[in-house]
């Protein structure tokens, strides 16, 4: 198995507030997140091993991911999508923005990797030509 991207103290300083009881599931979590970025950006060790990638980047990817993540165990606020309140009838709601705790890529993450699989290119077929 390859060495994943960061180490639970990288994550506790990217998020000094995580909770202790969660350090095991954070170490799995940045492990997984590892494979996953792996398998969506397959020449990422590459990219690093060569210096076009900062081997930051991925380290601050997966800690993102693994904190989205913890978020959604913990059910701390930060987590929250949307609330709704009601005042007259005493209503309120809670949408969790990952539910499931699952490990995700945002627009940014997947902006500051740059491009993911290489062998997509874009072509046109016009008709009749030999």
């Known amino acids: 198995m390859a060495v994943p991207f960061a180490t ?8 000094p507030g995580m909770p202790t009881e969660y350090d095991a599931e954070g170490d799995q979590k ?6 996953v970025l792996r398998k969506l950006y397959p020449g990422i060790d590459g990219r690093i091993s060569t210096g076009k990638l900062d081997a930051e ?15 959604a165990a913990i ?8 609330r ?3 005042a007259g009838g005493v209503s309120t709601g ?6 499931n705790g699952n490990l995700y890529l945002t627009k940014d993450d997947k902006a500051l990797l740059g ?10 077929i016009v008709p009749g030509l030999p």
Request: charged share 25%.
């Open 75 to 82: 059910n701390d606020v930060e987590g929250v999508a949307s």
């Open 115 to 124: 491009s993911g699989k290489s062998g997509r290119k874009a072509f046109m």
């Open 8 to 15: 639970i103290e990288d994550l506790r300083s990217h998020w």
């Open 84 to 86: 709704n309140e009601t």
């Open 94 to 99: 809670l949408s969790f923005s990952n539910p």
């Open 57 to 71: 980047v991925p380290k601050l990817i997966v800690c993102r991911m693994v904190k989205r993540a913890l978020l």
């Open 30 to 35: 940045l492990k997984e997140s590892s494979i």
